[in-house]
């Protein structure tokens, strides 16, 4: 069974409609990873499923580097981290994108305690930035990487390891695990974890201050809000954010004080005390940010 460079698919030559098809069995990659590569288009397909995940990761018993986005830091995304057995560390990956105000070494020390999580790391694989750090953990010659879908696992073992992994914007891109004999390691890539909330692959973090006022509802991603007072915001730059003067029907009553409001993509810091109130039950955890 010869298996596919970029995304871990078997590959074939009988069936061009049926996952890892190639014209030529000799290939190195699949059709699709080859459109996705040269022409930038992208063929969805369904991912294995997060226990299946889970199960061959903690099988492995391999040290795992569990990659996650900072706008995607939440619950769900925490508790797969949790499920894995193994010698691990938490990687909060594209940290070019931050707001260059937020002082690293802070939310680290935050996140550790939010989340009572020993080990927490901030790199950015497509800058090469603070690898050294990872690199110190690179002690184990056997090593998986996973996380959550697209959140740079196969561009960071690109980077570490020189391989030529497949990496898109779109989602579900590596569709199985890949094992990769490497110098002295083993090391291997998996299929992204499917979560409910996935942030659009984005180019920047807007983070934004905004004075509330009592008289508007305001719309940020999944969540109306009314109050009055400041928040800060961080979202995806081309998430919209509006304000608008209407009968204020907001049910549900929040009184916040250093806390972050979750949302589908990003959160909302909370400094002082306020009072909310919104359209859904929140979903809010201590603040990372202070
Ligand atoms: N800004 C930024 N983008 C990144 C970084 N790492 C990966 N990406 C981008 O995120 C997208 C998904 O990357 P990929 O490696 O395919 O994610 P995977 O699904 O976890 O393997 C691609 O568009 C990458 O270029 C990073 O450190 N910074
Ligand atoms: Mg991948």
């Given at each position: 069974?010869?298996?596919?460079?970029?995304?871990?698919?078997?590959?074939?030559?009988?069936?061009?409609?049926?996952?890892?098809?190639?014209?030529?069995?000799?290939?190195?990659?699949?059709?699709?990873?080859?459109?996705?590569?040269?022409?930038?288009?992208?063929?969805?397909?369904?991912?294995?499923?997060?226990?299946d995940?889970?199960?061959?990761?903690?099988?492995?018993?391999?040290?795992t580097?569990?990659?996650t986005?900072?706008?995607n830091?939440?619950?769900?995304?925490?508790?797969?981290?949790?499920?894995?057995?193994n010698?691990?560390v938490?990687v909060?990956?594209k940290?070019?994108?931050?707001?260059?105000?937020?002082?690293?070494?802070?939310?680290?020390?935050?996140?550790k305690?939010?989340?009572n999580?020993?080990?927490?790391l901030?790199?950015?694989?497509?800058?090469?930035?603070?690898?050294?750090?990872?690199?110190?953990?690179?002690?184990?010659?056997?090593?998986?990487?996973?996380?959550?879908?697209?959140?740079?696992?196969s561009?960071?073992?690109?980077e570490?390891?020189?391989?030529?992994?497949?990496?898109?914007?779109?989602?579900?891109?590596?569709?199985?695990?890949?094992?990769?004999?490497?110098?002295?390691?083993?090391?291997?890539?998996?299929?992204?974890?499917?979560?409910?909330?996935?942030?659009?692959?984005?180019?920047?973090?807007?983070?934004?201050?905004?004075?509330l006022?009592?008289?508007?509802?305001?719309?940020?991603g999944?969540?109306?809000?009314?109050?009055?007072?400041?928040?800060?915001?961080?979202v995806?730059?081309?998430?919209?954010?509006?304000?608008?003067?209407?009968?204020?029907?907001?049910?549900?009553?929040?009184?916040?004080?250093?806390?972050?409001?979750?949302?589908?993509?990003?959160?909302?810091?909370?400094?002082?005390k306020?009072?909310?109130?919104?359209?859904?039950e929140?979903?809010?955890?201590?603040?990372?940010?202070?």
């Amino acid at each position: 069974m010869i298996k596919c460079k970029g995304c871990g698919i078997t590959l074939q030559d009988k069936d061009p409609s049926l996952l890892g098809y190639t014209p030529k069995i000799t290939n190195t990659y699949c059709e699709r990873c080859f459109k996705t590569i040269h022409y930038n288009t992208y063929i969805k397909v369904n991912n294995l499923n997060n226990k299946d995940i889970i199960k061959k990761i903690n099988n492995l018993k391999y040290f795992t580097i569990f990659i996650t986005d900072y706008l995607n830091l939440n619950n769900e995304v925490i508790k797969l981290y949790k499920m894995i057995n193994n010698q691990k560390v938490l990687v909060i990956n594209k940290c070019d994108l931050l707001p260059s105000n937020l002082n690293i070494q802070h939310l680290i020390e935050n996140i550790k305690k939010v989340y009572n999580i020993e080990d927490v790391l901030f790199i950015s694989a497509k800058n090469k930035l603070h690898l050294e750090y990872l690199k110190s953990y690179l002690n184990d010659n056997n090593i998986i990487f996973c996380g959550e879908t697209s959140s740079g696992k196969s561009t960071l073992i690109n980077e570490l390891f020189q391989t030529k992994l497949t990496t898109s914007k779109y989602q579900n891109t590596t569709l199985d695990f890949i094992k990769i004999k490497k110098d002295n390691y083993i090391i291997y890539d998996s299929p992204g974890f499917n979560i409910k909330e996935v942030p659009l692959v984005y180019n920047n973090i807007k983070c934004i201050t905004k004075k509330l006022n009592k008289e508007y509802v305001y719309t940020i991603g999944d969540i109306k809000i009314n109050g009055e007072g400041n928040i800060t915001i961080f979202v995806p730059s081309n998430i919209k954010i509006n304000s608008k003067k209407e009968n204020n029907n907001l049910i549900y009553n929040n009184e916040l004080e250093y806390k972050d409001i979750i949302l589908n993509e990003g959160f909302i810091y909370i400094k002082n005390k306020i009072n909310i109130k919104s359209n859904k039950e929140l979903i809010i955890r201590d603040s990372i940010i202070d």
